[in-house]
């Protein structure tokens, strides 16, 4: 890599890129500002920064048509090949990479890309940088296709110092290799350094600001993603993704209403946006649940009631999940334990969508007192979790095996076991910490070391439910209910200054809502004014 | 080990990975869809042709070197041609890979019984007990296979009446 010569990009051909930096807002739906200079047809060079630009946004299928659009505009436009290698490889941050039928076809581009043969050398080293993630493509594990691609973009960055795009797509490939072991987040935080000189010169560049909210997508770093996430839905408000994505930090921070208005906007254009319901549903669960926790219930129940009106196609699994999650939430949020025992499953769904309302069932029925229940609800986990360790789905095996384990527990805790109850609900609480919350999701149904910081209250052990409780913050943070128990858990163990800074907290995260006022709320008001 | 071993073979319900996968919303994590290699591999122990599932299996490991099922089935492989060295190690990678992987302990248990190592397949079954806090098959049937070892070695043991 020392050995490599910087390349000046010729000025003349970064001005006719420039020329033409804007119109990726005209016309077509804004997908943010890109700058890529070509050697292409100016005429297609536009068209060419629009597929960028959606490259830049994960929108796959219409950037792929678009790349490949733009090639048979102009016929010697060998960078587009490029570009559809590049979105074949899916998603960088997710893990997998490219399928292998997507792998042939992205060789095929290439193998076109080189057979039309681009005009510049620059042009030439993209083609190759990207065609270093699919050489001997059947033969490597993904991380070692992730860590051959991260060090083409990397030699290509340092040949090119003033090529921008060359230098960001170096710090998504990098953060690509991001290792969840490395709790330093190190390759996160190198791409985050080179995205924030890039966002301070290009402050409406789509991939800059969509990479720097992954490059702190994790729960010690998320709140240096906030401004970026602020920004990224305003920089491209017709891309899907734009616009829900930001909501991941805004929840990992708990930042419910930014988190309400961005998913508000990405539920109504997705319900526009054709047959795939998906993205709809699954704005919709990450709305209700900031609903729920700012205790705007009346919003909940409207969001819910208004999206399950939406029919379609659910190619995946997020409108079943959504639908089931929403439903359960909306009991157990509120502790509505007689809601949540009355919930009924989803038809058509899965076994881990459908294990929600199982498991809210059975909360609901234990706690309610109903232990027959609580047990048939149990028994269906069990049922389920076979299902998915017979599928080898290992993940939603694992989420499936914390309600079984944590339902047990509070059927102990029905039975006046407290020792087993305990034992059951901190095994629950430790797997969970060991597994990662999915992105499907906005947070689990209850997180399970709340619900141990629950039962150690009712335990009668304030102090070590203190603990759980605020332990449960770090990775769940600003939530309703958790507060609540605080409240409750500090005022329980004489620390009175606590008890109070919690109802405050909790009365001032619920100053809008609506709805008949929780108890909790009623509760924290009436202590509040009494000190 | 019947029914255990059934339950690897399972066909695939529904259900999704979190980071492991490219598309992290994909229905299907089943590997026999997504390698072919993979697939011939299963198609082999379906055949008992131990030899050309390895070679399958061996295949895919180049590619999917985090797979602690691909681990296991190379195990169960070895175990079957008599190699138990090879099978403890590939069992004890697919530990290493996910220490929770039921079948994994469940097997090695046995084979361990197998070359008459009691003490091991003891800690394998302490294992599962931790993992199986609310029970498990892979639990009940390392319990059954030690108790029928111990009952058969008491039995060859136990001194003859005259």
Known sequence: MNRLVAIVIPPALLAAALAFAHDTEEGKGRLGKVTFPTSCDPKVQPDFERAVAMLHSFWYSEGEKAFRDVLAADPGCAIAGWGVASLLMSNPLAGQGASPKGAEQAQAAIDEARRIGAKTQRERDYIDAVAAYYDDFANKPEKARQLARAQAYEKLAARYPDDDEAQIFFALYNAGTQSQADQTYSAYLRSAAILEKEFEKYPDHPGVAHYLIHSYDAPPIAEKGLVAARRYAGIAPDAPHALHMPSHIFTRVGAWEESVATNARSAEVARKGGTDIDEAYHASDYMVYAYLQLARDDDARRTIDDIRTVGGQSPRFVAPYATASMMARYAVERGDWKAAAALQPVAESYPFTNAITYFARGLGSARTGDLAAARANAAELEKMHASLLAAKNTYWATEVEVQRLALAGWIALGESNNAEALKLMRAAADLEDRNEKHIVTPGRLLPARELLGDMLLQTGDAKGALRELEASQKREPNRFRNYALCARAAEAAGDHEKARQYSTRLVDLAKGGNGPARPELVQARASLAQK | ?162
Request: some cysteine.
């Open chain 2, 1 to 162: 080990m019947t029914r255990g071993f059934a339950a690897l073979l399972i066909a695939w319900a529904l259900g999704a990975t979190p980071v492991a996968h490219a598309d992290p919303y994909e229905v299907e994590p089943d590997l026999a869809k997504r390698d072919a290699d993979y697939a011939a591999a299963k198609a082999a122990i379906d055949r008992r042709d131990w030899q050309q599932a390895i070679a399958s299996l061996e295949k895919t490991a180049v590619r999917e070197p985090e797979s602690a099922d691909l681990q296991n089935l190379l195990g169960y492989s070895y175990r079957n041609l008599g190699q138990y060295p090879l099978a403890f190690k590939h069992y004890n990678e697919a530990i290493r890979l996910e220490p929770r992987h039921r079948g994994a302990h469940e097997y090695i248990g046995e084979t361990y019984l197998l070359v008459g190592d009691v003490e091991n397949a003891r800690k394998h079954l302490a294992a599962l007990k931790d993992i199986c806090l609310l029970g498990c098959d892979e639990l009940r049937d390392l319990e059954a296979a030690i108790a029928s070892y111990e009952s058969a070695r008491a039995t060859t043991t136990a001194p003859k009446s005259k």
